[in-house]
């Protein structure tokens, strides 16, 4: 299965595709970075960043996305904000039929590190290990490949469930 991860953000939105299979394996098949400019207004930005995603999910045709639960902010605005991306995010998604998983920053930490405290370094470099990379991506597509690759664990988890049977 094709899992589009996503780690969204208004500036900088990261993204990984996973190649998932029952029992855990993985394969690296794209990663990168969608960029916007602070001084655009906000709808710009997120236009830029659906039209990147829904390009992406077009070209490659993902049977899932996965991404960070949003988390309680204490900045108002910056949660609003982020909300907003999440949603451009899913619908490019959703276009393409993709169905859309959710999981807290420790599931998708604790999936790739096997630490729900890993700091961003460690799950980059994990990540890096897992799909045998030659270098640690930029840490928003980093983030975005550990959320597919947690989605693939789970399917991992579920295949092997349903194999017990």
């Not at 029952?22 to 906000?42: E, I, Y």
Request: hydrophobic share 45%; net charge positive; aromatic share 4%.
């Amino acid at each position: 299965m094709l899992v589009l991860g996503v780690d969204p953000g208004t500036l900088v939105t990261g993204w990984g595709l996973v190649e998932c299979g029952v029992g855990g394996v993985a394969r690296h098949v794209d990663h990168g970075v969608v960029r916007t400019r602070a001084t655009d207004p906000l709808w710009d930005r997120l236009k830029v960043i659906h039209d990147a995603l829904l390009a992406i999910a077009e070209r490659h045709r993902p049977a899932a996305l996965s991404l960070e639960q949003c988390f309680v902010s204490k900045n108002v605005q910056s949660a609003l904000k982020l909300g907003h991306t999440r949603g451009v995010v899913m619908m490019a998604a959703m276009a393409v039929g993709a169905e859309v998983h959710e999981y807290t920053p420790m599931q998708i930490k604790s999936a790739v590190t096997g630490s729900g405290r890993a700091d961003k370094h460690q799950v980059a470099e994990m990540v890096r290990v897992i799909l045998g990379l030659p270098a640690a991506a930029p840490y928003d597509a980093s983030d975005a490949l550990a959320a597919a690759l947690c989605h693939g664990a789970g399917l991992g988890v579920r295949g092997r469930m349903m194999g017990a049977r």
